[in-house]
Every structure is written in C-alpha cells, then in structure tokens.
C-alpha cells in the first residue's frame, strides 16, 4: 500500500466561500481518483486525476464546481466551488497502485454553515 | 454503468457467530469485486478483493465468493471479534473500461455483540 495524506482533515467553511483540499502520495502512483461521501451514505466518485491533463468527471459533477489539479504523480487538489450546505461530506482521494487495488486516504471533513 | 446493490444494511451478530454480507452487480462485464472497511471517523481500507477468473478467496477469518453467473458476491467473516464493528462496503469495477473508479453499495453497518 502507500501512506496516503489529506489536508485538512476537517473544516468549516461558509456559504459562497471555496475550499481546496490536498492529497499527498509517499510514491509515484498511475491513478488518483476523488469520491464524496455525503453524511451517513456510500462514496460516489466524482472525477479521475489525470497527470498533466484535465480531469475525467463523473456524470453529475462539473469541473466548474470541482476543479481539479494534478501536477505530478504524487500530489492532486480537489476545490469544491461556491459551497452551499448540501456540499458537506468527506471528500476522499484514492490511489491505485497495483493493479485495480485502491487505497484511500484519510479524508476531509467539509462542513458549510 | 455499474450499479451495485448490497444488504442487509445493518447486520447484528453475537462475537464469535459469523456474518455474511451480499452484494448484486448489474454490469456483466465488471471483473474485480474489493470490500472495504470503514470505522468511525476514517477513510475506507481495503480488507479483500476478487477477480472474476476465481470463485474464492481467503484471508484469514475473511472470505469472499463471487457467482459470475448470478452477478453477485459475498463477504464471509468467521469468529466476529469487536474490533469487526464498522461498516462495510461492497464494490465493482470493469476493469476493461478504462481508467474508471469504483462503484460502490450503500453499505453494511456491521454490529458485533458482546
């Protein structure tokens, strides 16, 4: 597996406002993927990190709302846009590193008031 | 695409008993199943996986089964122990579809009684 970080790990955040969360990989790895997890439900992918590309979304999620980065094989950012309330959920990134195996990391914990 | 269907969604069971887990696929050409581990507070862990060229797999007091035929699969813990309370979810992938993430199930709120 690989030690997988997230920053931050929770915040609260106001309406309006943008948040942009960081995931960070102690190795190179091929894919990296971003899920939501809406309060007490199951995680729901929202786009595939693509190195030194624009990222590839899931139907129902728009770059314009989550922009996504991904500057190397290590590192993605993931901004969640204009937040309303119904936007509160842990947003998780995921990596694979052999083949299909996904490990996910910590999570963050977006609350917005 | 993939849809996934799991249940029961919450499983009680006396420690020591085992618990079953099953979970339905709608894509027949999805071909790997991983299960997930997910405790208070934590980001999910990959506890097993399966792929379609098996009908089993073992690791420990965890096994998963999976019936191509049926399009469904199974997680089986043996001697439930506490430390099993958490949530479980189930996932599929088609591994031939290119660079796509996993579809999940709603999950299983594992309970293990003492």
């Known amino acids: 597996s690989a030690v997988i970080s997230q920053k931050p790990s929770r915040d609260i955040c106001q309406r309006g406002t943008s948040l942009t969360i960081q995931c960070q990989v102690d190795s190179q790895v091929t894919m990296m993927f971003w899920y939501r997890q809406q309060p007490g439900q199951s995680l729901t992918l929202i786009a595939t990190?693509?190195?030194?590309?624009?990222?590839?979304?899931e139907s129902g999620f728009v770059i314009d709302k989550f922009p996504i980065s991904r500057p190397n094989l290590t590192f993605s950012t993931l901004t969640v846009s204009n937040m309303s309330p119904e936007d509160s959920s842990i947003y998780l990134c995921?990596?694979?590193?052999?083949?299909?195996?996904?490990?996910f990391g910590p999570g963050t914990r977006l609350t917005v008031l | 695409g993939e849809n996934v269907e799991q249940h029961p969604s919450t499983l009680s069971v006396q420690e020591g008993d085992s618990a079953v887990i099953k979970c339905t696929y709608s894509d027949s050409a999805s071909n790997y199943f991983p299960w997930y581990k997910q405790e208070l507070g934590k980001g999910p862990q990959l506890i097993i996986d399966?792929?379609?060229?098996?009908g089993e797999k073992k690791d420990q007091r965890i096994a998963v089964t999976l019936n191509k035929t049926a399009k469904h699969f199974s997680l089986h813990i043996t001697e439930t122990q506490p430390e099993d309370s958490a949530v479980y979810f189930c996932?599929?992938?088609?591994?031939?579809?290119?660079?796509?993430?996993?579809?999940f199930g709603k999950g299983t709120h594992l309970i293990i009684q003492p």
């Open positions: 996932a599929g992938k088609n591994s031939g579809g290119g660079a796509d993430g996993l579809t």
């Open positions: 990190a693509n190195q030194g590309s624009e990222a590839t979304y």
């Open positions: 995921s990596v694979v590193i052999v083949v299909n195996e996904q490990f």
């Open positions: 399966i792929r379609s060229n098996v």
